[in-house]
C-alpha cells in the first residue's frame, strides 16, 4: 500500500469517507496537488465528503461575510460561478467558513472541484427560493435580507454614506431604512462618533447585531425546511412501482 493510500485510509471518517478538509492535508504532507488525493480516493472507491466550499456533503456553520463577497465577486463568470481554486484563495486571512456561507447566501455555483469530485455541478432542474422580512402592521418594510446587508456594511465600512455607496443606494433611502426600523423597534441601531480619532465614525449597537443574528437564524431554519420539503414534493423518484406484501 502506497503511502498516500496509507493516509487515506488513516483519515477516513466514521461513515467511511474521506473529507474534504482531510484530501487537502494529505496532499498539504505529500507535496502534491489535491486532485492527485481524489484519483486515489476514486481508484480505491472512497468518496469525499463534507466539501468545504458546502457544494456536496452536510458541512454547515457558514456565514455570509461582505468581505468575503468583495473577494469572490471579481472570480466570477458570467453565470455566477467561481471556481473551486479561486473560492479557496478568496478565503485567506478570514477563513473557509465565511466564504462558504457567502456562496450559499448569494447562491453562487463552485465549478471544477480541487479534489476532481466534479467539473460542473449538475443541479436539479427546479429550485425553491424563499424570502423572509419583517413588516409593521402598515406594511412597512422593517427588517430582511437587504436590511442586514445594508447594516453589516455600515460596519465594515464605518460609515452610512460608504456603506449606502456599496449597495448602490442613495444615502437619504439608507437613512431613512434605518430610522423607520429605530422607530418601530424603539431602539438605536446605529451610532456615529464624531471626530478624527480611531474611534470616529458610525458603528452597530448590540441591539442592531443581535437582529442581524436571530434575522440569519431565522431565514436558514425557513430555507432548510423549505428544501427537505421541496425534495419530498418535487423531487421525489417518478415512475417507480409500489409493492405490496
Given at each position: 500500500m502506497s503511502e498516500m493510500e496509507e493516509l487515506i485510509q488513516k483519515y477516513l471518517n466514521a461513515q467511511g469517507k474521506l473529507d474534504c478538509t482531510d484530501g487537502f492535508k494529505?496532499?498539504?504532507k505529500l507535496k502534491c496537488s489535491p486532485l492527485e488525493v481524489g484519483a486515489k480516493a476514486k481508484e480505491m472507491e472512497i468518496r469525499i465528503d463534507s466539501c468545504e466550499l458546502g457544494q456536496f456533503g452536510k458541512l454547515g456553520g457558514g456565514v455570509f461575510d461582505s468581505e468575503a463577497l468583495n473577494r469572490l465577486s471579481p472570480f466570477l463568470d458570467e453565470k455566477n460561478r467561481v471556481t473551486c481554486k479561486a473560492a479557496r484563495a478568496a478565503a485567506a486571512g478570514i477563513g473557509l467558513k465565511k466564504i462558504r456561507g457567502t456562496l450559499k447566501e448569494k447562491n453562487y455555483d463552485v465549478t471544477y472541484c480541487e479534489l476532481g469530485c466534479f467539473t460542473e455541478k449538475k443541479r436539479p432542474r427546479l429550485y425553491v427560493k424563499t424570502k423572509t422580512w419583517i413588516e409593521n402592521a402598515e406594511g412597512e418594510l422593517l427588517f430582511g435580507k437587504g436590511k442586514t446587508e445594508i447594516l453589516e456594511l455600515i460596519e465594515a465600512e464605518g460609515s452610512i454614506a460608504k456603506a449606502s455607496e456599496r449597495i448602490g443606494m442613495n444615502y437619504k433611502k439608507a437613512w431613512t431604512h434605518i430610522k423607520i426600523l429605530q422607530k418601530n423597534i424603539n431602539d438605536t441601531m446605529v451610532q456615529t462618533k464624531q471626530g478624527g480619532g480611531e474611534d470616529a465614525g458610525t458603528t452597530l449597537t448590540p441591539v442592531a447585531r443581535e437582529f442581524i443574528e436571530n434575522y440569519r437564524k431565522l431565514q436558514a431554519?425557513?430555507?432548510?425546511?423549505?428544501?427537505?420539503?421541496?425534495?419530498?414534493?418535487?423531487?421525489?423518484?417518478r415512475n417507480k412501482k409500489e409493492f405490496k406484501e
Open positions: 494529505i496532499a498539504a431554519d425557513i430555507e432548510n425546511y423549505a428544501n427537505e420539503r421541496f425534495k419530498e414534493l418535487f423531487l421525489r423518484p
